[in-house]
């Protein structure tokens, strides 16, 4: 039976210093009281949040649930946002759009995520692995201590997803920066409104880069998803996209957002499992000796330590989530870290189990907005961990890792370790 929490709660133990570093214990406490929650605390700047497994992922199907469009703060009278080019580039991708908007662009990227396309790119994966793995060798020359989450985690992914879109190889190493200053803002609290300003010149930089990588495509199109976009974007907003077009904005906030997305998640995925196998040798010479085992390890890191922790909607009309009400405008926090750690379906859920077969974490969400990238992420992970600690079989942490803080891009800042 469903039920709705006994008493008030509030997410100000989930915001805390203590909270950010180990969420599990309030997700714990939030288990122990029901799916789904109201809050009535109005710092908290929500009204539900949910958090059971079943519960989460009858949110995320939820038609009456949204995203929040751009509508949502307009309707509510606050209209700052429209001053700042890192929010009105969100609005504009398929992140933050419904219906047929949501729909027409999605249809256009999903191409690049094809499984033919994604099987086509494991040859490429597995050649950037190497090359990354050449230069971890040479940093760690003599035992020398090396970032393997700046060095590794972290260029893996962002050369793999410039090889996907056709990113030019000599312009990746651009990009870091300017993705970490336009993610700081998408983490909970009133806190992030700090990193506005540098989100916003980061947004600006971003956009003129993929704006000017379109111009060139178009003139001179090559064997890459970004010259096929191109071909497909009109420079002109008044008029309005067939199901087969884009127009300029559209392309370029969505190239810009699908990039940085395209590796930042898949960067903490590699970080946060590296450091799971290193506490468990056991663990990383099952991987190594059967080669199948790692996807299993990958789902049980992405459930056990996702690097995305919620996801927002708001109610664009009454509705109901397991059996409570949710009343129009209703500002919905979804806890997707939470429902991976739900005892209901994960017993054991503070256990790391990779042989666990309950079902899929919701670390990728569900529904229409379902991580576009999530066969890509997944694979790259399978491929990057076992081949890391092949070729340095003596890895080890160089010093405790550093503190996870965050709830959305959940991962460490940096990674020392020796290998050797």
Known sequence: MNQVHSGPVSLGPLLSKEGRRDPNPFYADLHARGPVGLLTDPADRFDVVVHGYDAVHQALRDPALHVMTGD???????????AHAALQVLVKSIFFTEG????????????????????ALE??????????????????????????????ALPVPSDVVGELLGVPEADRDWFPQRVRAFGAILD?????????????AAAEDLTGYFRDLV?????????????ELASASSNT?????????????????????????????TTHLIGNGLTLLLDRPEETQRVLADPARAAGFVQEVLRHEPPTHFSIRWAAEDTEVAGVPVARDSRVLVL????????????????FDPGRDQGQPLSFGAGPHYCLGAVLSKMEGQFALPMLLRRFPDLALAGEPGPRTTLMLRGYETLPVRLS
């Open 100 to 119: 047929g908007d949501h729909t027409r662009v999605r249809r256009l990227f999903s191409q690049a995520f094809s499984a033919r396309r994604v099987a």
């Open 336 to 351: 997707l870290g939470a429902a991976n750690r739900d005892p209901a379906r994960f017993p054991d859920p503070d256990a």
């Open 188 to 200: 909970l609290g009133v806190g992030v409104w700090r990193f506005q300003q540098a989100a916003d």
């Open 72 to 82: 949502y703060p307009d309707r509510r009278g606050t209209r700052r946002w429209r």
């Open 123 to 152: 040859p490429a994966i597995v050649r950037i692995i190497e090359r990354r793995l050449d230069r971890l060798a040479e940093l760690g020359t003599g035992g020398a201590p090396v970032d393997v989450l700046a060095e590794f």
């Open 215 to 227: 111009a060139a495509r178009r003139a001179e199109p090559r064997d890459d998803l970004i010259s």
């Open 237 to 265: 907003g008044a008029i309005v996209p067939t199901d087969a077009e884009l127009h300029d904005d559209e392309l370029v906030a969505n190239l810009l957002t699908m990039y940085n997305g395209g590796f930042v998640t």
